[in-house]
């Protein structure tokens, strides 16, 4: 450090300082700087400055500066020199996608302080265990990211969804996370259950009039039932799911799943509600469409709701090709946290709630179209896109 005499240095410190706003404060501080570089003496240690092209400096050109100068610069909250660990995030386009600028991309990590001044911050904070540490971002059109993220069914309401099933296009809600684990526990129970259902099933049992309804109301949401079906396709999904359930009484992992409070839309994503049981089944067979398969092929070809069982399960078995079925890997995904990069334009066409993620903040920008910005949660994502 050199002394600095003379009250100029004083007053170009405490305007500064006293800046009402980010231009005041870039103007004193760079004065400032000039001020303390013509005021350098031959022979003092000097070094070039990282940052130059914030006191209006090209990038191209040079800007000594010593330690004396960098001890009151107005940038040194922010100044990378001599840090070795400093965090960064790496940014990975989906294929094919024209990526925005560099400087867009560069206004989804800025907030301005209270003092004016724009700061660097990671947008995903307390959304990412991993924030302000060194990781990679991914980004994505709208399009593209609706295009891959499918959806078997409309939902209404994703507000309380917490994962995405990219096997089978279904967003996930608490219940069915802790149907999944179970159910994980206890497979094989299932499927020696399912293989005896025409032997073993209880004809005395019936579901109330509640589940009923419920049943009939979410089956027509999700086009397992139409209004001018046939009472025999509704008697035989109504058969499907009392087995289903009497399956689930059986493990009672899930049966205690079944008897908590379940609130429509929260836990599970439908608007009507009903018994934990009835829930489950029809999640499991959303969920799990092998089993309903696998259920198809033990149906007794001489009950007489045989034909109209099978046209209920064809309609339950889920839309998406075979290919990509097989194609998956990985299944079970987070609901991702997202920065949608967006036009003035486009703002009042844009959804906060996805299948798989979640927009938690919006930055306009001149964009073409809507892009995305996504905190993978630790998932390499582009390794999932670049699979397909």
């Known amino acids: 450090m050199r002394p600095i005499a003379g009250s100029e240095s004083s007053a170009f410190l405490l305007s500064m300082f006293e800046s009402i706003n980010s231009e005041e404060y870039r103007f004193s501080s760079t004065v400032l700087q000039r001020h303390l570089i013509a005021a350098r003496k031959e022979g003092n240690e000097t070094y070039d400055c990282a940052h130059p092209n914030w006191f209006g400096v090209g990038s191209s050109a040079t800007l000594e500066v010593d330690p004396t100068i960098c001890r009151f610069c107005g940038f040194r909250s922010q100044c990378t020199l001599g840090k070795v660990d400093v965090e960064a995030v790496t940014i990975h386009g989906y294929p094919g996608d024209n990526l925005p600028s560099e400087e867009i991309i560069q206004?989804?990590?800025?907030?301005?302080?209270?003092?004016?001044?724009?700061v660097r911050f990671d947008p995903f904070m307390a959304f990412s265990l991993e924030s302000n540490m060194?990781?990679?971002?991914?980004?994505?059109?709208?399009?593209s990211f609706n295009n891959f993220y499918k959806v078997s069914a409309d939902y209404g309401s994703l507000q309380h969804a917490v994962g995405y099933d990219s096997k089978y296009g279904q967003p996930l809600w608490p219940v069915d996370q802790q149907f999944l684990e179970t159910y994980l526990e206890n497979s094989s129970t299932v499927r020696n259950a399912l293989s005896t259902l025409e032997s073993h099933h209880n004809k005395n049992y019936e579901l109330v009039a509640h589940d009923q309804r419920s049943l009939e109301f979410i089956s027509k949401q999700l086009g397992w039932l139409k209004d001018d079906d046939s009472a025999e396709i509704k008697q035989a999904l109504e058969l499907i799911f009392i087995r289903l359930s009497s399956?689930?009484?059986?493990?009672?992992?899930?049966?205690?799943?079944?008897?908590?409070?379940?609130?429509?839309?929260?836990?599970?994503?439908?608007?009507?509600?009903?018994?934990?049981?009835?829930?489950l089944a029809i999640r499991w067979a959303q969920l799990i469409p092998e089993d309903i398969e696998f259920?198809?092929?033990?149906?007794?070809?001489?009950?007489?709701?045989?034909?109209?069982?099978?046209?209920v399960i064809d309609r339950i078995l889920p839309r998406f090709s075979s290919d990509r079925m097989e194609r998956e890997r990985k299944q079970y995904f987070p609901r991702f946290p997202m920065?949608?990069?967006?036009?003035?334009?486009?703002?009042?066409?844009?959804?906060?709630?996805?299948?798989?993620?979640?927009?938690?903040?919006?930055?306009?920008?001149?964009?073409?179209?809507?892009?995305?910005?996504?905190?993978?949660?630790?998932?390499?994502?582009?390794?999932?896109?670049?699979?397909?």
């Open 295 to 311: 259920y198809k092929g033990k149906c007794d070809p001489n009950h007489r709701l045989y034909e109209s069982q099978l046209r």
């Open 339 to 388: 920065i949608a990069m967006v036009s003035e334009e486009d703002v009042s066409s844009l959804e906060l709630e996805h299948p798989a993620g979640r927009i938690i903040d919006v930055v306009i920008a001149d964009v073409s179209q809507p892009f995305f910005l996504i905190d993978g949660l630790g998932v390499n994502l582009l390794g999932v896109w670049e699979r397909d």
């Open 134 to 143: 060194s990781r990679d971002i991914y980004a994505i059109s709208r399009s």
């Open 247 to 279: 399956v689930l009484r059986k493990i009672p992992a899930t049966k205690k799943i079944a008897n908590r409070a379940m609130k429509p839309i929260i836990d599970h994503p439908f608007r009507m509600s009903g018994s934990g049981l009835v829930h």
């Open 107 to 118: 206004q989804c990590f800025q907030v301005t302080n209270s003092e004016g001044r724009k």
